[in-house]
Protein backbone atom coordinates (compact mmCIF):
# COMPACT_ATOMS: atom_id res chain seq x y z
CA UNK A 1 0.00 0.00 0.00
CA UNK A 2 0.67 3.29 -0.39
CA UNK A 3 1.80 4.92 2.71
CA UNK A 4 0.90 8.71 3.69
CA UNK A 5 2.63 10.00 6.40
CA UNK A 6 1.68 13.68 7.76
CA UNK A 7 2.97 16.20 9.95
CA UNK A 8 2.24 17.26 12.42
CA UNK A 9 0.39 14.92 14.80
CA UNK A 10 -0.26 17.72 16.84
CA UNK A 11 -0.43 22.10 16.50
CA UNK A 12 -1.26 24.07 18.98
CA UNK A 13 -2.40 27.61 17.47
CA UNK A 14 -4.54 30.21 17.73
CA UNK A 15 -7.66 31.68 16.47
CA UNK A 16 -6.58 34.23 13.39
CA UNK A 17 -2.91 32.17 12.99
CA UNK A 18 -2.22 30.87 9.66
CA UNK A 19 -2.16 26.77 9.89
CA UNK A 20 -0.07 24.31 7.53
CA UNK A 21 -0.31 20.75 7.48
CA UNK A 22 1.77 18.53 5.46
CA UNK A 23 1.26 15.21 3.84
CA UNK A 24 3.85 13.02 2.32
CA UNK A 25 3.14 9.89 -0.23
CA UNK A 26 5.50 6.73 -0.42
CA UNK A 27 5.01 7.45 -3.94
CA UNK A 28 3.85 9.50 -6.50
CA UNK A 29 0.13 9.66 -6.35
CA UNK A 30 -0.43 12.28 -8.91
CA UNK A 31 -3.03 14.90 -7.46
CA UNK A 32 -5.29 11.82 -6.18
CA UNK A 33 -5.43 13.66 -2.82
CA UNK A 34 -7.97 14.85 -0.34
CA UNK A 35 -8.02 16.23 2.96
CA UNK A 36 -10.79 16.33 5.70
CA UNK A 37 -11.89 17.46 9.01
CA UNK A 38 -13.58 15.28 11.70
CA UNK A 39 -14.54 16.14 15.62
CA UNK A 40 -15.17 14.32 17.96
CA UNK A 41 -18.24 11.71 17.48
CA UNK A 42 -19.03 12.79 13.87
CA UNK A 43 -18.19 11.45 10.32
CA UNK A 44 -15.17 13.53 8.55
CA UNK A 45 -16.26 15.88 6.60
CA UNK A 46 -14.41 16.25 2.95
CA UNK A 47 -12.59 19.72 2.25
CA UNK A 48 -10.22 19.56 -0.68
CA UNK A 49 -10.46 17.26 -3.02
CA UNK A 50 -8.12 16.29 -5.79
CA UNK A 51 -5.13 18.17 -3.86
CA UNK A 52 -6.68 22.10 -4.40
CA UNK A 53 -10.25 21.54 -5.21
CA UNK A 54 -12.32 23.16 -2.98
CA UNK A 55 -15.81 20.87 -1.90
CA UNK A 56 -18.75 23.14 -2.05
CA UNK A 57 -19.70 24.91 0.79
CA UNK A 58 -16.02 24.93 2.70
CA UNK A 59 -15.14 28.02 3.55
CA UNK A 60 -12.49 29.55 1.08
CA UNK A 61 -9.65 30.19 3.78
CA UNK A 62 -9.23 26.22 3.79
CA UNK A 63 -6.97 25.36 0.63
CA UNK A 64 -4.72 22.31 -0.36
CA UNK A 65 -1.58 22.55 -2.92
CA UNK A 66 0.86 20.10 -4.08
CA UNK A 67 1.28 17.05 -6.55
CA UNK A 68 3.69 13.75 -6.83
CA UNK A 69 4.36 13.05 -3.37
CA UNK A 70 4.27 16.54 -1.14
CA UNK A 71 0.96 18.03 -0.10
CA UNK A 72 -0.28 20.72 1.86
CA UNK A 73 -3.65 21.37 3.96
CA UNK A 74 -3.66 25.58 4.50
CA UNK A 75 -6.13 27.23 6.75
CA UNK A 76 -5.30 30.69 6.09
CA UNK A 77 -7.01 32.40 9.67
CA UNK A 78 -7.77 29.80 11.87
CA UNK A 79 -11.15 29.80 13.52
CA UNK A 80 -12.84 28.51 16.65
CA UNK A 81 -14.88 26.08 14.61
CA UNK A 82 -11.87 24.74 13.34
CA UNK A 83 -10.25 23.40 16.17
CA UNK A 84 -10.36 19.33 15.21
CA UNK A 85 -8.58 16.92 13.57
CA UNK A 86 -7.29 17.16 10.11
CA UNK A 87 -6.40 13.69 7.65
CA UNK A 88 -5.26 13.27 4.21
CA UNK A 89 -6.16 10.48 1.69
CA UNK A 90 -4.67 9.15 -0.84
CA UNK A 91 -7.09 7.77 -4.04
CA UNK A 92 -4.30 6.89 -6.22
CA UNK A 93 -6.83 4.96 -9.32
CA UNK A 94 -6.05 0.81 -9.41
CA UNK A 95 -4.62 0.51 -5.86
CA UNK A 96 -5.50 0.05 -2.08
CA UNK A 97 -6.22 3.66 -1.11
CA UNK A 98 -4.92 4.51 2.36
CA UNK A 99 -5.09 7.32 5.01
CA UNK A 100 -2.69 9.60 6.43
CA UNK A 101 -2.58 8.94 10.49
CA UNK A 102 -4.29 12.62 11.27
CA UNK A 103 -3.13 16.12 12.82
CA UNK A 104 -5.20 17.37 15.37
CA UNK A 105 -5.31 21.04 16.01
CA UNK A 106 -5.48 22.16 19.63
CA UNK A 107 -6.21 25.48 21.00
CA UNK A 108 -3.10 27.59 22.01
CA UNK B 1 -31.32 13.89 -0.05
CA UNK B 2 -28.08 11.58 -0.67
CA UNK B 3 -28.07 9.62 2.85
CA UNK B 4 -26.12 5.93 3.55
CA UNK B 5 -27.05 4.09 6.88
CA UNK B 6 -24.88 1.17 8.04
CA UNK B 7 -26.13 -1.51 10.41
CA UNK B 8 -25.09 -4.82 11.70
CA UNK B 9 -22.65 -4.03 13.93
CA UNK B 10 -22.51 -5.69 17.24
CA UNK B 11 -20.28 -8.07 19.58
CA UNK B 12 -18.70 -10.86 18.02
CA UNK B 13 -16.54 -13.26 19.82
CA UNK B 14 -12.81 -13.53 18.06
CA UNK B 15 -12.86 -15.81 14.88
CA UNK B 16 -16.25 -15.24 14.37
CA UNK B 17 -18.04 -13.64 11.20
CA UNK B 18 -19.87 -10.35 10.90
CA UNK B 19 -21.96 -8.76 7.48
CA UNK B 20 -22.07 -4.79 8.06
CA UNK B 21 -24.68 -3.46 5.75
CA UNK B 22 -24.80 0.17 4.04
CA UNK B 23 -28.51 1.31 2.81
CA UNK B 24 -28.06 4.29 0.41
CA UNK B 25 -30.60 6.56 -0.90
CA UNK B 26 -30.62 9.34 -2.97
CA UNK B 27 -28.56 8.06 -5.19
CA UNK B 28 -27.58 4.13 -6.86
CA UNK B 29 -25.18 2.50 -5.37
CA UNK B 30 -23.85 0.16 -8.45
CA UNK B 31 -23.37 3.59 -9.93
CA UNK B 32 -21.00 5.13 -7.27
CA UNK B 33 -17.80 4.58 -6.01
CA UNK B 34 -18.11 2.77 -2.43
CA UNK B 35 -16.29 2.28 0.15
CA UNK B 36 -15.89 0.70 3.90
CA UNK B 37 -13.39 3.07 6.64
CA UNK B 38 -13.12 2.28 10.08
CA UNK B 39 -11.88 3.77 13.01
CA UNK B 40 -11.01 2.13 16.36
CA UNK B 41 -11.74 3.87 19.32
CA UNK B 42 -9.48 6.97 19.70
CA UNK B 43 -7.67 6.05 16.94
CA UNK B 44 -7.50 7.35 13.23
CA UNK B 45 -9.54 6.62 9.85
CA UNK B 46 -8.30 3.89 8.25
CA UNK B 47 -8.89 3.01 4.75
CA UNK B 48 -11.01 -0.92 4.40
CA UNK B 49 -11.94 -1.30 0.98
CA UNK B 50 -13.49 0.14 -1.86
CA UNK B 51 -16.10 -1.15 -5.32
CA UNK B 52 -15.77 0.53 -8.56
CA UNK B 53 -18.89 1.16 -10.08
CA UNK B 54 -17.37 -1.07 -12.60
CA UNK B 55 -17.08 -3.82 -9.98
CA UNK B 56 -13.30 -3.69 -9.39
CA UNK B 57 -12.20 -4.01 -5.68
CA UNK B 58 -9.93 -3.04 -3.47
CA UNK B 59 -8.94 -4.05 0.09
CA UNK B 60 -6.15 -2.69 2.52
CA UNK B 61 -3.46 -5.16 2.87
CA UNK B 62 -3.25 -5.48 6.35
CA UNK B 63 -6.70 -7.32 5.95
CA UNK B 64 -5.06 -10.47 4.48
CA UNK B 65 -8.48 -11.72 2.68
CA UNK B 66 -10.95 -11.46 5.82
CA UNK B 67 -13.30 -9.02 4.56
CA UNK B 68 -15.32 -8.78 1.33
CA UNK B 69 -16.77 -5.84 -0.15
CA UNK B 70 -20.14 -6.33 -2.23
CA UNK B 71 -23.57 -4.93 -3.40
CA UNK B 72 -26.94 -5.62 -4.19
CA UNK B 73 -28.48 -3.36 -7.17
CA UNK B 74 -31.83 -4.37 -6.13
CA UNK B 75 -31.52 -3.42 -2.69
CA UNK B 76 -28.96 -0.46 -3.31
CA UNK B 77 -27.52 -1.37 -0.67
CA UNK B 78 -23.33 -2.02 -0.26
CA UNK B 79 -21.88 -4.96 2.46
CA UNK B 80 -18.89 -6.17 4.14
CA UNK B 81 -18.69 -9.51 4.70
CA UNK B 82 -16.05 -9.34 7.89
CA UNK B 83 -14.25 -13.51 8.31
CA UNK B 84 -12.03 -14.62 11.06
CA UNK B 85 -12.45 -11.31 13.38
CA UNK B 86 -9.82 -10.00 15.49
CA UNK B 87 -9.92 -7.71 18.34
CA UNK B 88 -8.00 -5.13 16.47
CA UNK B 89 -10.88 -4.93 14.45
CA UNK B 90 -13.12 -3.78 16.86
CA UNK B 91 -13.86 -0.09 15.44
CA UNK B 92 -16.84 1.92 14.36
CA UNK B 93 -17.40 0.97 10.03
CA UNK B 94 -18.89 3.84 8.03
CA UNK B 95 -19.68 3.34 4.38
CA UNK B 96 -18.78 6.46 2.51
CA UNK B 97 -19.20 7.86 -0.98
CA UNK B 98 -17.33 9.51 -3.53
CA UNK B 99 -14.42 8.85 -6.30
CA UNK B 100 -12.75 12.41 -5.57
CA UNK B 101 -12.41 12.00 -1.90
CA UNK B 102 -15.64 11.11 0.42
CA UNK B 103 -18.23 13.65 0.11
CA UNK B 104 -21.05 11.51 1.63
CA UNK B 105 -20.70 9.26 5.09
CA UNK B 106 -22.86 7.37 7.09
CA UNK B 107 -22.31 7.65 11.26
CA UNK B 108 -21.61 4.35 11.10
CA UNK B 109 -21.84 0.89 13.08
CA UNK B 110 -19.50 -0.14 15.63
CA UNK B 111 -18.48 -3.48 15.95
CA UNK B 112 -16.92 -4.84 18.74
CA UNK B 113 -14.83 -8.00 18.86
CA UNK B 114 -14.72 -9.29 22.26
CA UNK B 115 -14.96 -12.90 24.53
Known amino acids: DIQMTQSPSTLSASVGDRVTITCRAS??????LAWYQQKPGKAPKLLIY???SLESGVPSRFSGSGSGTEFTLTISSLQPDDFATYYC??????????FGQGTKVEIK | EVQVVESGGGLIQPGGSLRLSCAAS????????MSWVRQAPGKGLEWVSV???????YYADSLKGRFTISRDKSKNTLYLQMNSLRAEDTAVYHC?????????WGQGTLVTVAS
Open chain 2, 51 to 57: IYSDGTT
Open chain 2, 26 to 33: GFTVSSNY
Open chain 1, 89 to 98: QQYNNYSPWT
Open chain 2, 96 to 104: ARGRDGFAD
Open chain 1, 27 to 32: QSISNW
Open chain 1, 50 to 52: KAS
